[in-house]
């Protein structure tokens, strides 16, 4: 159901994400306006943090990962699991809402 979800779903459900994280979110616009970006940052993993991306011009959005590569070490880090996790339940309440 996500991939046939609307702009205006992905718009409303960026935000609920913006007024749940206030303090860790972040909304970043393209230079026309027509692309809206918002991201879950968090101070204790900057390893990845979940994406809301809303293209009004193309009507279409997008839920993403962001994974941060890194340039000096082969390891591969932990993510924040809870903040995942949480994302995820947001997105499905968000549905949830959006059917009853």
């Known amino acids: 159901p996500l991939v046939n979800m609307s702009t205006s779903w992905y718009d409303s459900l960026s935000k609920l994400v913006t007024s749940k994280y206030s303090s860790n979110c972040r909304q970043f616009t393209s ?44 390891q591969t880090s932990t993510v924040n699991s809870s903040l995942i996790s949480d994302f995820v339940e947001l997105c499905c309440f968000h549905l949830w809402t959006q059917l009853i």
Do not use: M, W
């Open 31 to 74: 230079h026309n306006g027509q692309v809206q970006y918002t991201a879950i940052l968090n101070a204790d993993s900057a390893v990845s943090f979940p994406l809301v991306s809303v293209d009004f011009a193309r009507k279409e959005g997008c839920l993403a990962l962001v994974y941060r590569e890194s340039q000096y070490s082969t």
